[in-house]
């Protein structure tokens, strides 16, 4: 009673009291059940949500495979380099550190400034390449200052350590992926993703096997506070050992032998070109020399515009890898398809003789012989040792240009030999139906003319050439030529492994190529033959000189004088030895000026030996204690003109062997 | 001595000792989350700041409780509403002259911010303004004009600092005490009416297209992860990944690794969440409900308008806060600047609240003489 006389003076309802507090726990509840939904239903959400937030990805790169010869002779491997970078996180007196940074390394300030502004958005630990390829000297002068300088350091990365400075085509140079290429590559590789500056092969067996030699990026997990700032897991260290170490790509073996590689490499010093040399029997290539070379470490170093504007410049291609990608006209090295052809075609026989007084007519076209005074009456044997134009003109006219075609196909010529290495062509073998569909004119009979001693409209790649003339040695078998051997884990199983592939085989009567092969010996085996300078003492070898005309020149005007952009190719192709070909070697010296047998010979002999001495030392022993005036002579000067023992007769007469400038005038 | 022992005993008689334990209980789960929260900061400076301010608050909660009595809380209640106010000037106008928002105001060394003393003292004076009623009455709004002028004025004052979340408490509050009041259903129709109106016609008519992004965006904070949303999104994304058990002390990444912004004051709770757990929050909860079915259980059991208004005022006090702070916490409300009592880091709010537990003290003990 009491209470409710005190109750009655008080404002306030006290049944509200009771309202209130059930409002109060339904609010509460309401809540609870979002404190459920959130930590309960989505907890893992929000867990993997935080992970993300504190948990920074970082690759480490990974080191690419190592590239080894044939007999596992190391070739391209890997060094740790050194970078400078700038860590903003530990950046203290950015100014003045920036400010000397600049000074110790001579980088302008502003490039500085840009490349830290340029990843700006990237957390402050991340550290910011500022120069790349320190030199050790460089490296000492960091270490020295480094406790001055807070947030600059040097960083180590492994990259390819270009200690030789040849054969830029074969290995390819290194670049960072370009937008276009990243797309495709990522949508071909499954377990690699290529990122924006990724590194990726662009030219070579780099490219070629970019998804072996890549290897595995590691990957760290760091973590990270909401600033970027690195946070050092010690006291939290929740599982962060996910840490994947970067593993070494795949390891190379090529069928290149290191030896034959480097013999080739120093023969053509000094020459543009290419020089191949393909073992006959499989098509593996054993040497492939692309030159004018480049720097594969101006590339890694990073190329400067200047770099750039002058590998583009220069008049003989570096970038162009010769081997695959020239397309030469093949000069007399044809005309063993022209003699084999017109055998099978029964338009000449071995013992056909043509009489050659250094010209051929027809029409009112006139066709000359190399050798002006001509070569007298010659057979089909003969005319291959002498690379006699005359006869092939003849027999090419009686044979007509398809016919010749179908006998170039039948040796690979025309079409791409399967190599699959830097940009190949196809080269040109014209036909009547290609003359109509490219330049829309009907075929002239002078066109087989030229045609018929590999001028006019044939083109041809070194490759090609290397192959056709394995072919010619091994029976007709034309080789896809290839250049791996096998690729090999860091475990040592073998991953990938290629096997020869017989492409085509040309069909012929054996006779009929026998006859050739006896030409083609007798070029570089007869006292007169015009590839004699290729010969190695104790061995049989066939081969056939070219001597590519690139532009209608007058007879008397001596090569030294014209433009080198108009000087003549000079080609040599060979195989060895004759009564079982192992090996096929072609040389190109373009723009040369000199004819095939005084300056590509050479360089095939000296391939040629390097390869026979290691293959057949035992006949090398004997050679050199029994034929030492032979053995002189075998060295050879590789020098134009400077031979001393063949001397004065060289350079005009042994192969000055040219399809005269009359005839393409007459044509036109 | 004897005396002396009698007469604090009876000083103290009265005094809500299971509630004490409520408040202290949560005040200690405060300061450990607290520590927990700097502990990637390395200096414990806001852990010992804290424990500071609970002592100073506790002394604040016996000068109000024990010292005063709630006749002299009474008297005082005009004064320190005038007092308060003036300060609350004072802000305004050192704002204007700063020509930003201000919050604090610095007397001596230290900063006082009144905003949180007019959370208090809008308690006291609502309460008074109803003191003078006897028996059961039933007010309209012409009848409730004292409390209107005497509410509208902190609240103003609050408002243009501007600090829309303390204003906004303050109504709150105000409002939350008159609820328990018996109002004329015409007059709550006719305040009912005019703001709902007054808000369609100023969302139609009077609004820019980028005001109204900009309250769309502070009710729902998601519409802009990047800028308003930022802070839901984390504190949500701390509170979920705490899970069943939490990650434990000094574990949260989200907290720890500054993820979560104002882990210390308004998401103090964020990190309790995330390093204790439903569990942990499920705790908190539970002490809450607990106090404020004791704060309740004061105001029912009081025997005048004055110590029943103010009793209630207190349990709006602690309602509101815990509701906005923990909706906010959880993304179900803006991000606006309510901390959680007892829990959150901050001396002004400490202050406040334990001198509001002071007053529920008082009201205790005036009940315990006037039941004898």
Same mark, same amino acid.
């Given at each position: 009673m009491a209470d409710n006389r005190f109750k009655s003076e *008080? *404002?306030?309802?006290?049944r509200r009291i009771y309202v209130a507090i059930v409002v109060f726990i339904v609010l509460l509840l309401s809540l609870s059940g979002r404190l459920w939904y959130l930590q309960i239903l989505k907890g893992k959400d929000f867990s993997i949500a935080s992970e993300r937030n504190r948990v920074r990805e970082v690759t480490r790169p990974a080191p690419r495979g190592l590239i080894f010869d044939r007999n596992g002779s190391l070739m391209l491997s890997n060094r740790p380099f050194f970078d400078l970078v700038v860590i903003p996180q530990y950046l203290q007196n950015r100014e003045q550190t920036l400010k000397i940074v600049s000074e110790l390394f001579s980088i302008p300030l502003e490039q500085i400034e840009k490349r830290l502004s340029e990843s700006? $958005? *990237? %957390?402050?630990?991340v550290p910011v390449r500022i @120069?790349?390829?320190?030199?050790l000297h460089e490296v000492a002068m960091m270490e020295s200052n480094k406790f001055f300088l807070p947030g600059v350091d040097v960083d180590t990365a492994p990259r390819r350590d270009y200690q030789r400075s040849d054969s830029a085509h074969l290995f390819g140079y290194l670049g960072e992926v370009t937008n276009r290429e990243l797309d495709t590559l990522n949508a071909t590789s499954r377990d690699y993703q290529y990122r924006v500056g990724s590194t990726v092969g662009k030219l070579g067996v780099e490219k070629k096997y970019e998804s072996s030699l890549r290897g595995l990026e590691g990957k760290d997990y760091l973590q990270v506070d909401a600033y970027g700032r690195l946070q050092t897991a010690s006291a939290m260290d929740f599982g962060l050992s996910q840490r994947k170490t970067a593993q070494r790509g795949h390891d190379m073996y090529l069928t290149i032998d290191d030896d034959i590689q480097r013999a080739a490499v120093e023969a053509f010093r000094n020459k543009n070109g290419a020089v191949v040399a393909m073992n006959a029997q499989n098509g593996e290539i054993l040497a492939y020399v692309s030159h004018p070379n480049f720097s594969l470490s101006m590339y890694q170093d990073g190329l400067t515009g200047e770099d750039w504007q002058l590998l583009q410049t220069n008049p003989f291609k570096p970038l162009l890898d010769k081997v695959t990608g020239g397309a030469y006209p093949p000069g007399s090295v044809f005309k063993l398809i022209t003699a084999l052809a017109a055998l099978e075609e029964g338009v000449a026989s071995p013992q056909r003789t043509y009489s050659c007084n250094g010209v051929f007519s027809l029409g009112n076209g006139k066709w000359r012989c190399w050798k002006k005074t001509g070569h007298g009456v010659v057979n089909l044997r003969k005319s291959i040792e002498q690379s006699c134009d005359v006869y092939f003109y003849q027999v090419g006219n009686l044979l007509n240009v398809d016919r010749i075609a179908k006998w170039a196909r039948a040796f690979g010529l025309g079409e791409k030999t399967g190599l699959d290495l830097n940009m190949e062509v196809t080269g040109i073998v014209p036909s009547t139906e290609w003359k109509l569909q490219t330049k829309g004119a009907p075929w002239q009979s002078g066109d087989t003319i030229n045609v018929s001693i590999g001028q006019g409209y044939n083109l041809m790649t070194p490759l090609q050439i290397v192959t056709m003339m394995a072919a010619f040695g091994n029976g007709g078998k034309v080789f896809r030529p290839y250049l791996l051997k096998k690729i090999v884990d860091q475990q040592g199983k073998t991953m990938l492994e290629e096997k020869p592939l017989l492409r085509k085989r040309a069909a012929f009567k054996q006779e009929n190529m026998a006859v050739v092969q006896a030409g083609l010996e007798d070029v570089v085996m007869? %006292?007169? $033959?015009? $590839?004699? @300078?290729s010969a190695v003492a104790g061995f049989r070898i066939a081969g056939k000189t070219g001597t590519a005309q690139t532009a209608a020149l007058k007879r008397t005007k001596d090569q030294d004088e014209v433009h080198f952009q108009q000087r003549d190719h000079a080609w040599f192709a060979a195989y060895a030895p004759v009564e079982n070909p192992e090996i096929a070697v072609v040389a190109l010296s373009e723009f040369d000026g000199g004819g095939g047998g005084s300056q590509a010979a050479p360089i095939v002999q000296q391939v040629l030996e390097a390869y026979l001495r290691k293959a057949h030392p035992e006949k090398f022993v004997s050679s050199k204690l029994s034929q030492k005036v032979v053995e002189r002579k075998t060295p050879l000067q590789n020098q134009r003109g400077a031979g001393s023992d063949s001397g004065g007769a060289v350079p005009a007469a042994e192969d000055g062997e040219e399809a005269s400038e009359d005839n393409d005038a007459d044509q036109d | 001595m004897l005396l002396f022992w009698q007469l604090l005993k009876e000083r103290f008689r009265g005094t809500p000792w299971s509630l004490l334990i409520t408040v202290y209980l949560l005040v200690a789960l405060g300061l450990f989350n607290m520590f927990s929260a700097s +502990?990637?900061?390395?200096?414990p400076g806001r852990f010992n700041d804290q424990l500071q301010w609970a002592v100073i608050g506790t002394f604040a909660m016996i000068f109000w409780g024990i010292i005063l009595d709630l006749r002299s809380i009474e008297r005082l209640t005009l004064l320190s509403y005038i007092v308060v106010c003036a300060l609350l000037l004072a802000v305004d106008i050192s704002g204007q002259i700063a020509k930003g928002s201000q919050r604090w105001l610095m007397i001596g060394p230290i900063r006082v911010q009144p905003s949180e003393l007019a959370k208090f003292v809008i308690i006291l004076i609502v309460a008074r303004s109803f003191g003078f009623v006897r028996g059961v009455h039933e007010f309209t709004l012409l009848t409730l004009w004292r409390q209107i002028i005497v509410v509208l004025i902190p609240f103003v004052l609050v408002l243009v600092q501007p600090d829309l979340g303390t204003s906004g408490l303050v109504l709150l509050i105000a409002c939350f005490q008159i609820a328990f009041v018996r109002i004329n259903w015409t007059s709550i129709a006719i305040v009912a009416f005019t703001s709902l109106s007054a808000s369609i016609i100023a969302w139609n008519f009077v609004l820019y297209d980028y005001q109204k992004l900009r309250v769309l965006n502070f009710l729902n904070p998601m519409r802009d992860p990047k800028g308003a949303g930022y802070h839901s999104i984390q504190s949500m994304i701390a509170v979920g990944s705490g +899970?069943?058990? +939490?990650?434990g002390f000094q574990q949260g990444t989200q907290s720890q690794l500054s993820f979560l912004p104002e882990r210390h004051t308004d998401f103090a709770f964020s990190v309790w969440a995330e390093e204790q757990g439903f569990i942990g929050c499920a705790v908190v909860f539970g002490l809450y409900l607990l106090m404020l079915l004791q704060i309740f259980q004061i105001a029912e059991k009081a025997r005048d308008s004055f110590s029943a208004l103010v009793a209630l005022g207190v349990a709006g006090f602690f309602l509101f806060h815990f509701f906005i702070n923990v909706a906010m916490v959880l993304g179900m409300f803006p991000v606006v600047g309510v901390p959680l009592s007892l829990v959150s880091y901050g001396g002004s709010h400490m202050l406040t609240v334990m001198s509001c537990i002071g007053l529920l003290i008082a009201v205790e003990r005036r009940r315990a003489l006037s039941s004898t």
């Amino acid at each position: 009673m009491a209470d409710n006389r005190f109750k009655s003076e *008080v *404002v306030i309802d006290p049944r509200r009291i009771y309202v209130a507090i059930v409002v109060f726990i339904v609010l509460l509840l309401s809540l609870s059940g979002r404190l459920w939904y959130l930590q309960i239903l989505k907890g893992k959400d929000f867990s993997i949500a935080s992970e993300r937030n504190r948990v920074r990805e970082v690759t480490r790169p990974a080191p690419r495979g190592l590239i080894f010869d044939r007999n596992g002779s190391l070739m391209l491997s890997n060094r740790p380099f050194f970078d400078l970078v700038v860590i903003p996180q530990y950046l203290q007196n950015r100014e003045q550190t920036l400010k000397i940074v600049s000074e110790l390394f001579s980088i302008p300030l502003e490039q500085i400034e840009k490349r830290l502004s340029e990843s700006a $958005g *990237v %957390p402050h630990f991340v550290p910011v390449r500022i @120069k790349r390829n320190l030199t050790l000297h460089e490296v000492a002068m960091m270490e020295s200052n480094k406790f001055f300088l807070p947030g600059v350091d040097v960083d180590t990365a492994p990259r390819r350590d270009y200690q030789r400075s040849d054969s830029a085509h074969l290995f390819g140079y290194l670049g960072e992926v370009t937008n276009r290429e990243l797309d495709t590559l990522n949508a071909t590789s499954r377990d690699y993703q290529y990122r924006v500056g990724s590194t990726v092969g662009k030219l070579g067996v780099e490219k070629k096997y970019e998804s072996s030699l890549r290897g595995l990026e590691g990957k760290d997990y760091l973590q990270v506070d909401a600033y970027g700032r690195l946070q050092t897991a010690s006291a939290m260290d929740f599982g962060l050992s996910q840490r994947k170490t970067a593993q070494r790509g795949h390891d190379m073996y090529l069928t290149i032998d290191d030896d034959i590689q480097r013999a080739a490499v120093e023969a053509f010093r000094n020459k543009n070109g290419a020089v191949v040399a393909m073992n006959a029997q499989n098509g593996e290539i054993l040497a492939y020399v692309s030159h004018p070379n480049f720097s594969l470490s101006m590339y890694q170093d990073g190329l400067t515009g200047e770099d750039w504007q002058l590998l583009q410049t220069n008049p003989f291609k570096p970038l162009l890898d010769k081997v695959t990608g020239g397309a030469y006209p093949p000069g007399s090295v044809f005309k063993l398809i022209t003699a084999l052809a017109a055998l099978e075609e029964g338009v000449a026989s071995p013992q056909r003789t043509y009489s050659c007084n250094g010209v051929f007519s027809l029409g009112n076209g006139k066709w000359r012989c190399w050798k002006k005074t001509g070569h007298g009456v010659v057979n089909l044997r003969k005319s291959i040792e002498q690379s006699c134009d005359v006869y092939f003109y003849q027999v090419g006219n009686l044979l007509n240009v398809d016919r010749i075609a179908k006998w170039a196909r039948a040796f690979g010529l025309g079409e791409k030999t399967g190599l699959d290495l830097n940009m190949e062509v196809t080269g040109i073998v014209p036909s009547t139906e290609w003359k109509l569909q490219t330049k829309g004119a009907p075929w002239q009979s002078g066109d087989t003319i030229n045609v018929s001693i590999g001028q006019g409209y044939n083109l041809m790649t070194p490759l090609q050439i290397v192959t056709m003339m394995a072919a010619f040695g091994n029976g007709g078998k034309v080789f896809r030529p290839y250049l791996l051997k096998k690729i090999v884990d860091q475990q040592g199983k073998t991953m990938l492994e290629e096997k020869p592939l017989l492409r085509k085989r040309a069909a012929f009567k054996q006779e009929n190529m026998a006859v050739v092969q006896a030409g083609l010996e007798d070029v570089v085996m007869s %006292p007169t $033959g015009t $590839g004699k @300078k290729s010969a190695v003492a104790g061995f049989r070898i066939a081969g056939k000189t070219g001597t590519a005309q690139t532009a209608a020149l007058k007879r008397t005007k001596d090569q030294d004088e014209v433009h080198f952009q108009q000087r003549d190719h000079a080609w040599f192709a060979a195989y060895a030895p004759v009564e079982n070909p192992e090996i096929a070697v072609v040389a190109l010296s373009e723009f040369d000026g000199g004819g095939g047998g005084s300056q590509a010979a050479p360089i095939v002999q000296q391939v040629l030996e390097a390869y026979l001495r290691k293959a057949h030392p035992e006949k090398f022993v004997s050679s050199k204690l029994s034929q030492k005036v032979v053995e002189r002579k075998t060295p050879l000067q590789n020098q134009r003109g400077a031979g001393s023992d063949s001397g004065g007769a060289v350079p005009a007469a042994e192969d000055g062997e040219e399809a005269s400038e009359d005839n393409d005038a007459d044509q036109d | 001595m004897l005396l002396f022992w009698q007469l604090l005993k009876e000083r103290f008689r009265g005094t809500p000792w299971s509630l004490l334990i409520t408040v202290y209980l949560l005040v200690a789960l405060g300061l450990f989350n607290m520590f927990s929260a700097s +502990g990637a900061d390395a200096s414990p400076g806001r852990f010992n700041d804290q424990l500071q301010w609970a002592v100073i608050g506790t002394f604040a909660m016996i000068f109000w409780g024990i010292i005063l009595d709630l006749r002299s809380i009474e008297r005082l209640t005009l004064l320190s509403y005038i007092v308060v106010c003036a300060l609350l000037l004072a802000v305004d106008i050192s704002g204007q002259i700063a020509k930003g928002s201000q919050r604090w105001l610095m007397i001596g060394p230290i900063r006082v911010q009144p905003s949180e003393l007019a959370k208090f003292v809008i308690i006291l004076i609502v309460a008074r303004s109803f003191g003078f009623v006897r028996g059961v009455h039933e007010f309209t709004l012409l009848t409730l004009w004292r409390q209107i002028i005497v509410v509208l004025i902190p609240f103003v004052l609050v408002l243009v600092q501007p600090d829309l979340g303390t204003s906004g408490l303050v109504l709150l509050i105000a409002c939350f005490q008159i609820a328990f009041v018996r109002i004329n259903w015409t007059s709550i129709a006719i305040v009912a009416f005019t703001s709902l109106s007054a808000s369609i016609i100023a969302w139609n008519f009077v609004l820019y297209d980028y005001q109204k992004l900009r309250v769309l965006n502070f009710l729902n904070p998601m519409r802009d992860p990047k800028g308003a949303g930022y802070h839901s999104i984390q504190s949500m994304i701390a509170v979920g990944s705490g +899970g069943l058990w +939490g990650r434990g002390f000094q574990q949260g990444t989200q907290s720890q690794l500054s993820f979560l912004p104002e882990r210390h004051t308004d998401f103090a709770f964020s990190v309790w969440a995330e390093e204790q757990g439903f569990i942990g929050c499920a705790v908190v909860f539970g002490l809450y409900l607990l106090m404020l079915l004791q704060i309740f259980q004061i105001a029912e059991k009081a025997r005048d308008s004055f110590s029943a208004l103010v009793a209630l005022g207190v349990a709006g006090f602690f309602l509101f806060h815990f509701f906005i702070n923990v909706a906010m916490v959880l993304g179900m409300f803006p991000v606006v600047g309510v901390p959680l009592s007892l829990v959150s880091y901050g001396g002004s709010h400490m202050l406040t609240v334990m001198s509001c537990i002071g007053l529920l003290i008082a009201v205790e003990r005036r009940r315990a003489l006037s039941s004898t």
